[in-house]
């Protein structure tokens, strides 16, 4: 399946470094969310845009910087990353359907911060 | 309080077995519930939406208690395609238009020949 995809797919930085993740979603949907996923921990909503306008940043420090050009890219800008930062970070993209509205992930980028 | 908490897991049952998983949410303004299913190191994919009248697609049903705040989901005859872990999802609605998912921790299975 090629509905949401993301780029790289396995990322390893420095905490001096600046990267960037891209996602990209082919299914014409409306809404982009950025989530982050820790072991053992249940996945976490990072950022959410619905029409490329930013709707929802859940407390996330500002050394993740997300970017949204239009409703079918997406991208996180790192900068000067912690250890802790290192996750699985998914993509996700949804029609905007209210309350039923079922979200589609992309693989993931699995980041490791030394 | 968590918004979603699962059982925490592992199953590990044979082939042919049957298992059950259940959730609690927090939010009883909560709208929509789904389980989705998140393989080894992949993303995780929608494997079916609860309904209040509970709901059965092949060998899964699941179930969805309000008024306890409960959601289950019961797997028939294991495959050991089965074999993944389990996410709980809640849509907890706050007038927002978006959906807006909490996830639980997730359930791992494991299916044995």
């Known amino acids: 399946e090629t509905g949401v995809t993301q780029t790289p797919r396995h990322l390893v930085m420095g905490m001096t470094n600046k990267k960037s993740l891209k996602c990209e979603q082919h299914?014409?949907?409306?809404?982009m969310y950025w989530y982050k996923q820790s072991a053992k921990k249940p996945l976490e909503l990072m950022f959410v845009?619905?029409?490329?306008?930013?709707?929802e940043n859940n407390s996330v420090p500002s050394r993740f910087s997300p970017e949204c050009p239009n409703s079918s890219h997406l991208f996180l800008h790192l900068h000067t990353l912690q250890p802790e930062d290192s996750a699985l970070y998914l993509c996700?993209?949804?029609?905007?359907?209210?309350?039923?509205?079922?979200?589609?992930f992309g693989p993931g980028t699995r980041l490791t911060v030394l | 309080r968590k918004e979603v908490e699962q059982d925490p897991g592992p199953f590990n049952v044979p082939e042919g077995a049957t298992v059950a998983f259940n959730c609690t949410y927090s939010n009883s303004a909560s709208q929509s519930f789904f389980w989705y299913r998140q393989d080894c190191r992949k993303e995780p994919k929608l494997l079916m939406s609860v309904y209040s009248s509970g709901n059965e697609d092949g060998r899964f049903t699941a179930q969805l208690n309000r008024a306890s705040q409960y959601i289950s989901l019961l797997i028939r005859d294991s495959k050991l395609s089965d074999s993944a872990t389990y996410l709980c999802?809640?849509?907890?609605?706050?007038?927002?238009?978006?959906?807006?998912?909490?996830f639980g921790r997730g359930t791992q299975l494991t299916v044995w020949p």
């Open positions: 996700a993209s949804s029609q905007n359907q209210g309350t039923t509205d079922t979200q589609y």
């Open positions: 999802v809640v849509n907890n609605d706050r007038g927002s238009t978006l959906g807006r998912l909490y």
């Open positions: 299914l014409g949907h409306n809404a």
């Open positions: 845009y619905n029409f490329k306008e930013q709707t």
